[in-house]
């Protein structure tokens, strides 16, 4: 019997692609900073969570469900879906559940590539794109972006190749903020490969729908399109990030194919009602909508007092050059009990991601982050 090398257990246990596998590393959460530090009164603002919490009807909802979880959830999420169909006009065999957009993500990359196709993005994009890709043993491809971190349209379809089975975009961009214009999106649309699935990332969509005019709504396009295919979260405006429940809208061939790969009862009880209620809280989205536009310009107006560059951004964070290591900056905010995010994993050398928050969290961070640089 042939012993592992050096007699380690472990030697040669897992494909090379998964070896070398970094896991996604989340925003550190308040209750760890406060085993780790013994601080009390610690804000975070490193995930993109929605300031003004979730619906209350979405709470309600929620906790009625609670009564049932001895039961298994609704494996096709019925009454989601149908309230879904109704509201976007599509059938509802036009739509995939998962946990998060996140899940769906991974799913995709499972069911359309095969060990010789590519994944195609461009840089400083989803991170969860790359770890999807990697963790299927697919080729991850990075186009070049412009000067200012945006999509490079010129340099993305350079990038595709015949192997370009899945093309994701982020509309708008996390981390980036920034985000491809209608001319831009129809360009990219029309030299997708033949047998490429173009997937619009929109988790920020009703961000940004209200603020640029020439945001392109990928939905529309569908018709013409059938290997077009949008994602969608209730992680965001909605609140509902501890849910986690997302969506793709897309033609039924491809939702069909994203199912088959889909795990049984991956979407919750508690999400599915919680995500129903939130769709009927209109008041509470449009509320959020208004309060992120004024954060958002909040945060940039702060960090560019401290002569700092901030980035335009049309989800609810900015990203901020801090000019130098940003994971010791980062550090030093810990310690003063606020939480951001630093973007070296996302290949940023000097950048944070500051979410969107209250004014007084807002102004908490920007005192501590004048603090740390002096």
């Not at 899945?166 to 001319?183: D, M």
């Not at 897309?250 to 088959?260: A, C, D, K």
Request: proline residues 7%; contains cysteine.
């Amino acid at each position: 019997m042939t012993q592992p090398p050096n007699n380690d257990p472990f030697a040669n246990l897992v494909p090379p692609h998964i070896e070398t596998l970094s896991p996604y590393q989340p925003g550190k959460p308040i209750e760890e900073l406060q085993r780790e530090l013994g601080i009390a009164d610690i804000v975070k603002i490193a995930s993109n969570e929605n300031p003004l919490g979730p619906s209350p009807k979405a709470v309600e909802a929620a906790t009625r469900s609670l009564a049932d979880l001895n039961m298994y959830p609704d494996g096709g999420c019925y009454a989601l879906r149908a309230a879904l169909s109704e509201r976007l006009e599509v059938g509802p065999d036009h739509l995939a559940f998962g946990a998060g957009s996140d899940e769906i993500i991974a799913m995709i990359v499972r069911a359309f590539c095969g060990p010789t196709d590519q994944v195609v993005t461009h840089q400083y994009a989803f991170i969860s794109y790359k770890l999807a890709a990697a963790a299927a043993g697919v080729e991850f491809v990075e186009a070049p972006v412009t000067e200012d971190l945006a999509c490079d349209p010129d340099a993305l379809i350079a990038s595709f190749s015949e192997r370009t089975r899945v093309v994701f975009l982020a509309n708008p961009n996390n981390p980036t903020g920034s985000y491809v214009t209608r001319p831009d999106f129809e360009r990219i649309l029309e030299a997708v490969p033949a047998r490429a699935l173009l997937v619009m990332d929109e988790a920020y969509h009703e961000y940004a729908t209200e603020i640029a005019d020439d945001y392109p709504r990928s939905m529309e396009y569908q018709a013409d399109k059938p290997l077009l295919l949008t994602l969608r979260t209730f992680s965001k405006i909605y609140g509902l990030a501890g849910l986690r429940v997302g969506y793709a809208i897309g033609h039924p061939r491809v939702t069909n194919y994203i199912n088959r790969v889909r795990r049984a009862f991956n979407v919750t009880s508690a999400g599915q009602a919680a995500a129903l209620a939130a769709l009927d809280d209109d008041a509470h989205v449009n509320r959020s909508r208004t309060e992120n536009a004024s954060g958002v310009a909040k945060l940039k107006t702060a960090a560019e007092g401290l002569g700092l560059r901030a980035y335009p951004s049309l989800g609810n964070f900015v990203l901020v050059d801090v000019g130098r290591d940003p994971v010791p900056v980062y550090q030093s905010l810990l310690e003063r009990g606020v939480i951001v995010r630093p973007m070296v994993a996302w290949g940023l050398k000097q950048h944070l991601r500051i979410s969107v928050a209250t004014d007084a969290a807002t102004e908490r961070v920007t005192t501590a982050l004048a603090d740390v640089l002096g």
